[in-house]
């Protein structure tokens, strides 16, 4: 199974849209600093999952989510 996320930085209230097999590990790397683009911006909690049974899948529906209709459709549901 793949999953994709959306964290919000409970410092600033960005969001971050990525994909995983294994959710709670990849939070709490996020947590710990091991990811470049998030490091500055910890702590994260996690606000969205969707699963999916394809990687291929996952990633459509991530690149959904950092588009400009996606980012609309995550205005309204958090």
């Known amino acids: 199974m793949y999953y994709v996320y959306v964290l ?3 410092k600033d209230g960005r969001l971050y849209k ?3 097999q294994d959710v709670e590990k990849r ?7 091991e990811n470049r683009s998030t490091k500055g911006f910890i702590p994260w909690e996690l ?8 990687r291929a899948e ?3 529906y991530e ?8 980012r ?3 205005k309204e549901i958090l």
């Open 8 to 10: 919000r930085s409970l």
């Open 18 to 20: 990525g994909m995983t």
């Open 27 to 33: 939070l709490k790397q996020h947590n710990q600093g």
């Open 47 to 54: 606000v969205f999952t969707e699963k999916f049974k394809s």
């Open 58 to 60: 996952a990633r459509k």
């Open 63 to 70: 690149k959904y989510l950092k588009s400009g209709s996606g």
């Open 72 to 74: 609309e459709f995550l």
